[in-house]
């Protein structure tokens, strides 16, 4: 069935009250396992959600038509933030969220971050991430699905004597397509729509799809609910003895503040884990995206000292193509075969950019300091010794203006140092920290200075992670749930 974009509702009309315990507003990796948790302790909930079905891409259908659907059917939002380089960012619109789009790697917060995160309010996650475990069954990737690419970067790592392995992933019926962004055809990767939504629903969750909430219900300082908008244009007013906001670290911002929300820090400490690639030329064939997962091996040797996380990106060639023809680095389709991907995350530091409502919207705003700038430059080094430890002929970042190196000095000569922001090439899947605990809401959730009214996605990380944010969002929604179930139902 196709998602319907919501109509806009005919003014003054109410076609639809509902009232019930806690209302969730998001069905991602923040709102899916707050509403599935409270509904199996036996609590009165209902979850929206702005979009329709996730995607499910068909069996060997080329993955720009898996595309084209998911563009007609709206199931992605595309949020640009301003700035040098412009950052276009993609998150889900759909039953999932982002989770029914992204590429199943699930890591855990990494140690050195939990610590500071308790300090900040978060309190020891292991319980919740173990609780959480149980829904996304994560295991490391199976080798037969590393694709050369993954056995390649492995090789290096030994090389280096460097940390790494195999990418843990919450996808353990998969079959290795690597087309999970377009929806995973297996339904194996358990996004979820796969993992939680069906548990909340046997357990009496209402979950209204293409519904969209506009506004929050606010009495004073207590929420007390919301306005949405159905899938036929039709007023729903939804009285809720708690409110919770998991639209995502792009919309939860604008959909608080246009509400009358006020808190300082709304919508700032806007992070976005800047990244950097390397079109990696081996000698032999790659042939990225076949008979693998996207992201299979990584190597995070220097992801405390210097703030870089190092993944393969599998991505057939309709996508690798246009990348290595911006960077110039296409000298012969032939070759495109014997290329590999090999990027890195960078930790973003605080008060880069912010998210605020505007009268149509949203503005987002992002500009990369120079710590930034010099972590990317160091992590592409990084990338490229990795690549020429595990035997690359030649490496070309993918930068505008770019040159191709055939040894880990010529790189260094060809990065300038320092990176020109202008070279880069935006983008991200990863927005953040715009509520952050300790500084916008509380360790549960709770949003400061406001009564029954909390957050449950992304905008919560105090800070940048550097490693793939989904299971860290699902821990600290299991967390939030725990302590709204004292005192529901
Ligand atoms: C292509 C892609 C690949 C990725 N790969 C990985 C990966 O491999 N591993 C990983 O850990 N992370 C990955 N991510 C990121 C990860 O999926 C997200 O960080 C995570 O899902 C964010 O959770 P969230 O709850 O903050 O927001 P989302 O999951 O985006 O959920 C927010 C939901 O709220 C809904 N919503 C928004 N506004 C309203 C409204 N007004 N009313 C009703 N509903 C509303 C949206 O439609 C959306 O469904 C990827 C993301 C993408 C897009
Ligand atoms: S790689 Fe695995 S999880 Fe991803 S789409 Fe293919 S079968 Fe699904």
């Given at each position: 069935m196709e998602p319907a974009e919501p109509k806009r509702p005919a003014r003054g009309k109410t076609a639809m009250e509902l009232t019930t315990d806690v209302c969730v507003i998001g069905s991602g990796a923040g709102g899916a396992p707050v509403a599935t948790e409270l509904a199996l302790a036996g609590a009165k909930v209902i979850l929206i959600e702005a979009g329709g079905p996730a995607p499910l891409a068909k069996l060997g259908e080329p993955v720009f038509k898996s595309f084209r659907r998911m563009i007609a059917w709206k199931t992605a939002h595309l949020s640009v933030a301003r700035g040098i380089p412009a950052n276009p960012i993609v998150h889900g619109r759909c039953e999932g969220g982002s989770t029914a789009l992204n590429a199943g790697s699930a890591f855990r917060l990494p140690e050195f971050l939990a610590r500071r995160w308790e300090a900040a309010?978060?309190?020891?996650?292991r319980e919740y991430f173990n609780r959480a475990d149980t829904f996304l069954q994560v295991s490391a990737t199976d080798p037969q699905f590393f694709g050369r690419s993954g056995e390649l970067m492995l090789e290096g790592v030994r090389a280096k004597n460097w940390k790494g392995g195999a990418v843990p992933r919450n996808a353990p019926g998969c079959t290795g397509r690597a087309i999970c962004v377009a929806g995973c055809p297996e339904k194996a990767k358990r996004a979820t729509h796969i993992s939680y939504l069906p548990v909340a629903r046997e357990h009496g969750a209402q979950v209204l799809l293409n519904t969209q909430a506009r506004k929050l219900r606010l009495k004073g300082r207590t929420a007390a609910g919301v306005d949405a908008v159905g899938a036929n244009g039709e007023e729903i007013t939804i009285h809720a003895g708690k409110t919770v906001v998991s639209a995502g670290a792009v919309l939860t911002p604008p959909l608080l503040e246009r509400s009358g929300v006020e808190v300082p820090?709304?919508?700032?400490?806007?992070?976005l884990h800047p990244g950097g690639v390397l079109a990696v030329h081996f000698g032999e064939p790659i042939d990225m995206g076949g008979n693998s997962v996207p992201q299979s091996t990584y190597c995070d040797e220097f992801l405390e000292s210097e703030g870089s996380m190092i993944l393969l990106g599998s991505v057939p060639p309709q996508l690798s193509v246009p990348a290595l023809l911006f960077a110039g680095a296409l000298r012969d389709l032939s070759k495109v075969r014997n290329t590999a991907f090999w990027g890195a995350l960078i930790r973003d530091e605080g008060n880069r950019g912010r998210v605020s409502a505007t009268r149509k919207g949203r503005d987002l705003r992002y500009a990369l300091g120079a710590g930034e700038l010099r972590r990317l430059r160091t992590a592409l080094l990084r990338v490229g010794e990795l690549a020429f430890a595990a035997g690359a002929r030649a490496v070309t970042p993918i930068l505008l203006g770019s040159k191709r190196s055939s040894s880990l000095r010529e790189l260094e000569k060809n990065?300038?140092?320092?990176?020109?922001?202008?070279?880069l090439l935006g983008g991200s899947v990863h927005p953040m920290g715009t509520c952050g605990i300790g500084r916008v809401?509380?360790?549960?959730g709770r949003v400061r200075g406001y009564e029954k009214l909390y957050v449950s996605d992304a905008?919560?990380?105090?800070?940048?992670?550097g490693v793939n944010p989904q299971f860290t969002i699902m821990a600290l929604a299991t967390r939030v749930a725990m302590g709204l179930l004292d005192g529901v139902g």
């Open positions: 309010g978060t309190g020891d996650l820090g709304l919508g700032g400490n806007f992070l990065l300038p140092d320092p990176l020109p922001a202008w070279r809401c509380e360790g549960d905008s919560l990380f105090p800070t940048s992670i």
